[in-house]
């Protein structure tokens, strides 16, 4: 079964940072494309990066680009997403889920396989 858990997020303070974490269960992270999703206080996702586990390319979003780092850990089958330089404008909780892929690069689109996680939490606030 398919499942997705997300964790590491918190209350920082703005210039701090944070690791996530996406533990994946129920296909290989390495044979696959993830992405990291945040939503704020409206009801729509957006995307912020992903990567494609074949490939190793990476896409971010322009208002995380040089300050967020997309990895993946193939023995753990678990995607990461380092945060730097958070800003309050970062607020919202992340999710993480398999998405779309096409030519060797990840889209901002879930693929449709499994169900939304929990999400985790990351505040940015002095």
């Known amino acids: 079964q398919t499942q997705f858990v997300e964790s590491g997020g918190g209350l920082v303070q703005p210039g701090g940072s944070l690791r996530l974490s996406c533990a994946v269960s129920g296909f290989r992270v390495d044979d696959a494309a993830i992405g990291w999703f945040r939503q704020g206080p409206g009801p729509e996702r957006e995307g912020v990066s992903c990567?494609?586990?074949?490939?190793?390319?990476?896409k971010y979003a322009d208002f995380v680009k040089g300050r967020f780092t997309i990895s993946v850990n193939n023995a753990a089958n678990s995607v990461y997403l380092q945060m730097n330089g958070l800003i309050p404008e970062d607020t919202g909780t992340y999710f993480c889920m398999r998405t779309l892929r096409i030519s060797g690069q990840c889209l901002y689109r879930s693929k449709g396989v499994g169900s939304w996680g929990q999400g985790t939490q990351v505040t940015v606030s002095s």
């Open positions: 990567i494609h586990g074949v490939t190793n390319n990476t």
